[in-house]
T-cell receptor, first 116, second 109 residues
Framework: GAVVSQHPSWVICKSGTSVKIECRSL??????MFWYRQFPKQSLMLMAT?????????EQGVEKDKFLINHASLTLSTLTVTSAHPEDSSFYIC????????????FGPGTRLTVT | GQNIDQPTEMTATEGAIVQINCTYQ??????LFWYQQHAGEAPTFLSY??LDGLEEKGRFSSFLSRSKGYSYLLLKELQMKDSASYLC??????????WGAGTKLIIKP
């Protein structure tokens, strides 16, 4: 149980285009989902927290107009990187929290984004 | 801000035992997680401690001292596949995870 999927697993896009990443909880309802970014050899950096049906809460320094998050259902959250630039190239990981599981976060497999 | 401190890198020998320490601020504490992350992959859950003491799960054990703001992950009978980064994360007063920078564990034959 507690499986989280992410799609796509990797994507290459041109500078200036937008990319959408999907995060799905497959066998549980996730009232809260988290989006992380991880640069090589660095730790996870929380970008934003999204609760189903409400606006996402962004961490300081994360541009909400650039990283659009939608959490329209209890099993799906999407992150759209708008007008991507090479510096946005990173490993994006989502996680979902099942509130009945001691606040553990279940991670998706991650999406590697390369902007050329 | 909240500081979660753990060593940057550790090296150990296959078959040996290694202990990875993690210290944190004791205020606003609601539990502590350990995750394993192999290069290029997402983190996977190892353990969760909310009460003091040692919890053993196979080759891996996790210890917590709430009064000292201290936890460790103990790995026994090390295998080459244990080479990974180990992330310590504190659950804060808002039930959000505060992540350490991770400890890269290198296992040598």
């Amino acid at each position: 149980g507690a499986v989280v999927s992410q799609h796509p697993s990797w994507v290459i896009c041109k500078s200036g285009t937008s990319v959408k990443i999907e995060c799905r909880s497959l066998d549980f309802q996730a009232t809260t989902m988290f989006w992380y970014r991880q640069f090589p050899k660095q730790s996870l950096m929380l970008m934003a927290t999204s609760n189903e049906g409400s606006k996402a809460t962004y961490e300081q320094g994360v541009e909400k107009d650039k990283f659009l998050i939608n959490h329209a259902s209890l099993t799906l959250s999407t992150l759209t990187v708008t007008s991507a630039h090479p510096e946005d190239s990173s490993f994006y990981i989502c996680s979902a929290r099942d509130a009945g599981k001691d606040y553990e976060q279940y991670f998706g497999p991650g999406t590697r984004l390369t902007v050329t | 801000g909240q500081n979660i401190d753990q060593p940057t890198e550790m090296t150990a020998t296959e078959g040996a035992i290694v202990q990875i320490n993690c210290t944190y601020q004791t205020s606003g504490f609601n539990g502590l997680f350990w995750y394993q992350q192999h290069a290029g992959e997402a983190p996977t859950f190892l353990s969760y401690n909310v009460l003091d003491g040692l919890e053993e799960k196979g080759r891996f054990s996790s210890f917590l001292s709430r009064s000292k703001g201290y936890s460790y992950l103990l790995l026994k009978e090390l295998q080459m596949k244990d080479s990974a980064s180990y992330l310590c994360a504190k659950v804060d007063s808002n039930y959000q995870l505060i992540w350490g920078a991770g400890t890269k564990l290198i296992i040598k034959p």
